[in-house]
């Protein structure tokens, strides 16, 4: 849920429709939020449910403008689980 780009940046390069199948996205629950000290720019560092079969992942989400740490716990969100983890600051997130 790494928010890394301008929401009015035109989309970004066309994909191969096996590129696509091949991402999985799933559906998660929040089961943690905090402010994740130390960000360049202001974000929260998630713990994310994501049921049996993935289980739970960590995450780094530049959301901070739009939610508190308490309006996201409960909430559901979509996230690729699939991707290799990438390190953010000090904290690697995984979805």
């Not at 191969?16 to 974000?43: C, H, M, Q, W």
């Not at 079969?53 to 409960?74: F, P």
Request: aromatic share 8%; charged share 20%; with cysteine.
């Amino acid at each position: 849920m790494h928010l890394d780009h301008d929401p009015a940046a035109p989309p970004g390069d066309p994909i191969g429709f096996d590129a696509f199948l091949n991402v999985d996205i799933r559906i998660g629950t929040v089961i943690a939020a905090e402010v994740y000290e130390g960000a360049r720019k202001p974000s929260y560092r998630l713990r994310i449910d994501f049921g049996p079969g993935v289980g739970e992942k960590k995450s780094v989400a530049q959301v901070a403008a739009l939610y508190s740490c308490a309006e996201l716990v409960g909430r559901q969100l979509a996230a690729v689980v699939n991707f290799p983890p990438r390190q953010i600051g000090k904290a690697v997130s995984k979805c």
